[in-house]
């Protein structure tokens, strides 16, 4: 079991950066693979970046590439989503994710736990 909780959320201006911090309780985390979400209001729920349990291996979605960067510690049991060039369209709650029983692909989870949620705000 792992138990997850985002910080670092907030409103900022367009252009500023934010990095987000989740930790994690549980004796699998340094060895689970790792994701971020976001949701839009109005919108579905989608995947932004994640990051296997080694740090080896990143990925990211296409709106993202390039200014947000994944990282983890696993001496902290942490993981860092550290987000540039902010845009008005990335504002949405952002969700922390671990991989579990379920879990199959980076990219594809599905990830079995989840934190609340941090909300970050880009105004124009």
């Known amino acids: 079991q792992v138990q997850l909780v985002e910080s670092g959320g907030g409103l900022v201006q367009a252009g500023d950066s934010l990095r987000l911090s989740c930790a994690a309780s549980g004796r699998t985390f340094s060895s689970a693979s790792m994701a971020w979400f976001r949701q839009a209001p109005g919108k579905e729920r989608e995947f932004v970046s994640a990051?296997?349990?080694?740090?080896?291996?990143?990925y990211y979605a296409g709106s993202v590439k390039g200014r947000f960067t994944i990282s983890r510690d696993n001496a902290k049991n942490t993981v860092y989503l550290q987000m540039n060039s902010l845009k008005p369209e990335d504002t949405a709650v952002y969700y922390c994710a671990a991989g579990g029983p379920s879990y199959r692909s980076l990219v594809g989870g599905p990830y079995d736990y989840w934190g609340q949620g941090a909300r970050v705000t880009v105004s124009s």
């Open positions: 990051i296997t349990w080694n740090g080896r291996t990143t």
